[in-house]
């Protein structure tokens, strides 16, 4: 089946530590995006890449960095200058090239601080 | 820029009572719309989406939306809840300037909780 996979379900954090969390697609999309959930706030974008090779800030990207090096791969890494890394993360893949066309999700990283 | 706005926060409903959840936008040109269902710790299911030809739009599950343009909303309706409706749904506009697409704009969602 095709979808998107998010590892690891859970992760703690250490202070000054740099996490990495994973986002694969195997739905050949161009598209990838990362987002935050915090509860009262929706999701809000961090970064999105259109293509490999490329990618853009979102509206929280401060603290976070990514790299989109294989199609099917997004990897964001939560660096230690992000202050309040304690959320849900969701990734995300579309077909951009068109309008209308909906974000497929995974099933979320929960990072808590230790 | 633009916006949503899920006015309600927390919706209670008794199971196969009738369900409208509001939602607000603000964009300058045609938007593309969408609702989104959120189990806990889940990732987002599309529920249905809207982008131009007839203003009600059905989705999965029994859902349905209206845009209406004059009103700047795309308010989600069931006509008869189920309890495994429960969840937090959301309410997306796509950024659909430029040649790229995709970019989404999420409201702040609202909870819905079925009494049995």
């Known amino acids: 089946d095709g979808g998107i996979t998010q590892s690891p379900k859970y992760l703690f954090r250490k202070e000054g530590q740099n996490v990495t969390l994973s986002c694969e697609q195997n739905?050949?999309?161009?598209?990838m995006y990362w987002y935050r959930q915090d509860p009262g706030q929706g999701l809000r974008l961090i970064y999105y890449?259109?293509?490999?090779?490329?990618?853009q800030k979102g509206d929280i990207a401060e603290g976070y960095s990514v790299s989109r090096e294989k199609k099917e791969s997004f990897p964001l890494t939560v660096t230690s200058a992000q202050k309040n890394p304690t959320a849900f993360y969701l990734c995300?893949?579309?077909?951009?090239?068109?309008?209308?066309?909906?974000?497929?999700f995974g099933d979320g990283t929960r990072l808590s601080i230790l | 820029a633009q916006s949503v706005t899920q006015p309600d926060i927390h919706i209670t409903v008794s199971e196969g009572a009738s369900l409208e959840l509001r939602c607000n936008y603000s964009?300058?040109?045609?938007?593309?719309l969408f609702w989104y269902v959120q189990s806990p710790g889940q990732g987002l299911q599309l529920l249905l989406k809207?982008?131009?030809?007839?203003?009600l739009v059905q989705g999965i599950k029994g859902f349905e939306a209206e845009f209406k343009r004059s009103q700047s909303s795309f308010n989600l309706r069931k006509p008869s809840v189920h309890w495994s409706d429960a969840a937090e749904y959301f309410c997306?506009?796509?950024?659909?300037?430029?040649?790229?697409?995709?970019?989404?704009?999420f409201g702040q969602g609202t909870i819905l909780t079925v009494h049995p």
């Open positions: 995300a893949s579309s077909e951009h090239r068109l309008p209308n066309q909906p974000q497929h």
């Open positions: 739905l050949n999309h161009d598209a």
């Open positions: 890449s259109q293509i490999v090779n490329d990618f």
């Open positions: 964009y300058g040109a045609t938007p593309y």
């Open positions: 809207y982008f131009s030809g007839d203003t």
């Open positions: 997306a506009v796509e950024d659909a300037g430029g040649t790229s697409y995709g970019k989404l704009t």
